[in-house]
């Protein structure tokens, strides 16, 4: 039953079968092979349906919508001005705003795509305008996209915690010191990459000093709603007044009276498109996430989860070993299956191995997260290269071959943060 179920999943990939159909057709598999088999086609149907009966996934369509207010209503511009204010002028100062606005962004979108249509929309062009590269931008922007599934709140936490049951709270916490972490490999390669190549320093200083113009406070003020918002949502949690679930209807308001009320960047009759957007967003993932959880179901009753925990704990002798196996595997799936589906998919599987080798499922859950952000700009199919490949001119493959100092950049992240755990357990006590 196994080995046909394999047997089918393996096919759909191949021919390009949407995922959807190929889990479900995976699911009942063994089934139709063993009528008797406990994971029938009644049982998968009822595991679909009680997969979607979950108070944690209430968060999501919440993040996504708030998010999806703030991109409306401009807020990355205001995020932007703030940084390009304190350290435009410096040697890669502009590049490293970019990356400090898809961190602060990604602190109210919580989606990689959503932040780099957002944030890339606006700071691309700036970019361009001040004289660098088309390739280094749009690859700047699609690796510091991947940020925002990091940085709380984070739509693949919701995920991961739904599929393991995982404290959805803790792993917003435990994402903060990870995601500054990145964030900081990546500017650093910025910075190298501005001083070797050099950059037009006195377009640069003219554009900072117009925007210094004004007297700082007032940009603090125009940005301070926004920046706001992650110290809202992050202490309301930290602090044990709301519950994840909360925090995001929290957040659907805050971004509501923002844009509606304070910057008055959106109108009420905007909002329609804005609740039709989320829909359409929120849709498929709502029902993959059901299909992934009767597929994860079906793999526990068929032994899946335990006999690769044995396969690997037999074939390898080392806890570093097998984390090295981990990452090498999960980055190789983060190349070819988007986000949510591969965290529902591989997290069950991997959770009996790692608790078998002393690791926390939080920590469990921040390395399987950092790999599928380094997915994002992995060719064949990051999502983000897709995304700011139209914004540039250029190729997806054309800048992910320039992005791959961002993903060694990414890598040197994800070794910290594998083998020390303290990047991800010191904010959880």
């Known amino acids: 039953m196994l080995s046909a179920l394999l047997f089918c999943f393996v096919i759909g990939l191949v021919v390009g079968m949407p995922l959807l159909f190929m889990l479900i057709a995976s699911s009942i598999i063994p089934g139709l092979i063993e009528p008797s088999f406990i994971g029938n086609i009644q049982y ?19 993040f996504i919508l708030s998010g999806v207010i703030m991109s409306r209503g401009g807020i990355s511009k205001k995020i932007f001005d703030v940084f390009a204010y304190l350290i435009g002028k410096l040697p890669g100062g502009m590049p490293c705003t970019v990356v400090l606005t898809c961190l602060f962004y990604g602190a109210i979108s919580g989606s990689g795509v959503a932040t780099c249509a957002a944030v890339g929309s606006m700071t691309i062009p700036v970019l361009l305008n001040l004289g660098y590269k088309k390739r280094f931008v749009g690859a700047l922007v699609a690796s510091a996209s991947g940020l925002a599934i990091i940085i709380p709140p984070s739509i693949p936490f919701i995920l991961y915690g ?90 659907v308001v805050y971004s509501l009276v923002v844009s509606l009320f304070i910057y008055r960047t959106i109108r009420l009759k905007d909002l329609v498109d804005t609740l039709v957007e989320t829909s359409r967003s929120l849709a498929p993932l709502a029902l993959m996430i059901a299909v992934a959880v009767a597929f994860g179901r079906v793999l526990t009753l068929l032994q899946v989860p335990t006999q690769l925990a044995g396969f690997m704990m037999d074939n390898f002798s080392s806890k570093v070993s097998i984390l090295l196996i981990i990452n090498v595997v999960l980055l190789l799936i983060g190349m070819v299956m988007d986000t949510g589906p591969a965290l529902l998919i591989f997290a069950p599987m991997l959770l009996p191995l790692t608790t078998a080798l002393g690791i926390d499922p939080v920590h469990l859950g921040i390395i399987m997260t950092v790999n599928m952000a380094i997915g994002f700009i992995s060719p064949p199919f990051g999502m983000t290269l897709f995304v700011a490949s139209p914004m540039v001119n250029e190729k997806p493959l054309a800048l992910g071959a320039t992005a791959v100092p961002f993903i060694a950049a990414d890598l040197v992240a994800l070794t910290l943060i594998t083998f020390i755990p303290w990047f991800s357990l010191a904010l959880l006590g």
């Open 162 to 251: 739904t599929a393991t049951g995982t404290s959805i709270g803790d792993l917003f916490i435990a994402g903060i010191i990870p995601g500054v972490l990145m964030g900081i490999c990546l500017m650093g390669y910025a910075v190298i990459y501005s001083i070797v190549k050099g950059e037009d320093r006195e377009r640069i200083d003219e554009v900072v000093s117009e925007l210094r113009q004004k007297p700082f406070w007032q940009i603090v003020k125009e940005g301070f709603w926004a920046l706001l918002t992650p110290v809202i949502l992050l202490g309301g949690i930290y602090s044990g007044i709301v519950t994840p679930t909360e925090v995001a209807c929290v957040s």
């Open 44 to 62: 998968v149907i009822r595991s679909i349906i009680g997969g979607g009966d979950n108070t944690a996934i209430l968060a999501m369509p919440c």
